[in-house]
């Protein structure tokens, strides 16, 4: 059936480090890809949204720079947290979406030590 | 703007009892949907189940129901007969113009379920 398989489930990276948090989507095309992050006993904040082929939009806050999205393909979106900080450690989930059912990735835990 | 509001942070069960998880919502769009998710220690998000805001009756899933009252602006999910694996964190979520668009969080519920 349809799902988005996120990787890594778990990373740890030296801070000043770039890692890259990718989501695929099986047996559907994500048209659109939310990326959300949740930090400890708190709630999951929108930090994004892309659309295959062109350029995601950030929600208020968040930085692009430091927070590079990249959905090349109905198949594929990409998060890259560069210049990881202990401040960016958290979960990150995607969910992706094709204009009638959406589906969560299993998430991505990043702590940056 | 719309907006979320799960006022228990933490709520305890007795196994096989039935226990209701409160959800608020705010806004002016008549047009959105409700959605509830489970989330486990695993962190991976369960869909539970989905209210429309123009279904007529109440979403029901299995041992999950939606206690829908549009006028009250309220989404209470009632989980009954408990189960020890129903231990998680239950985040309550909207979204608009359709099934599946963006969604906007609660804070969620812990529940614990006891023996």
């Given at each position: 059936g349809a799902v988005v398989s996120q990787h890594p489930s778990w990373v740890i990276c030296k801070s000043g480090t770039s890692v890259k948090?990718?989501?695929?989507?099986?047996?559907?095309?994500?048209?659109?890809?939310?990326?959300?992050?949740?930090?400890?006993?708190q709630s999951l904040m929108l930090m994004a949204t892309s659309n295959e082929g062109s350029k995601a939009t950030y929600e208020q806050g968040v930085e692009k720079d430091k927070f590079l999205i990249?959905?090349?393909?109905?198949?594929?979106?990409?998060?890259?947290?560069?210049?990881a900080h202990p401040e960016d450690s958290s979960f990150y989930i995607c969910r992706g979406f094709d204009r009638s059912e959406a589906f969560f990735g299993q998430g991505t835990r990043l702590t940056v030590v | 703007?719309?907006?979320?509001?799960?006022?228990?942070?933490?709520?305890?069960?007795?196994?096989?009892?039935?226990?209701?998880?409160?959800?608020?919502?705010?806004?002016?769009?008549?047009s959105y949907g409700l959605f509830w998710y489970k989330q486990p220690s695993s962190g991976e998000m369960i869909f539970l189940i989905y209210q429309?805001?123009?279904?007529?009756?109440?979403?029901?899933?299995?041992?999950?129901?939606?206690?829908?009252?549009?006028?009250?602006?309220?989404?209470?999910?009632?989980?009954?007969?408990?189960?020890?694996?129903?231990?998680?964190?239950?985040?309550?979520?909207?979204?608009?113009?359709?099934?599946?668009?963006?969604?906007?969080f609660g804070t969620g519920t812990r529940l614990q379920v006891t023996l």
């Open positions: 948090i990718e989501c695929r989507s099986l047996d559907f095309q994500a048209t659109t890809m939310f990326w959300y992050r949740q930090f400890p006993k990249n959905h090349a393909s109905l198949t594929l979106s990409t998060l890259t947290v560069t210049s | 703007a719309q907006k979320i509001t799960q006022t228990q942070p933490g709520m305890f069960v007795q196994e096989k009892e039935a226990v209701t998880l409160d959800c608020t919502y705010d806004t002016s769009d008549p429309g805001s123009y279904d007529q009756q109440n979403a029901t899933e299995g041992r999950y129901s939606l206690n829908f009252q549009k006028a009250r602006k309220s989404a209470n999910l009632v989980i009954s007969a408990s189960q020890l694996g129903d231990s998680a964190m239950y985040f309550c979520a909207m979204s608009f113009t359709g099934t599946a668009s963006k969604l906007t």
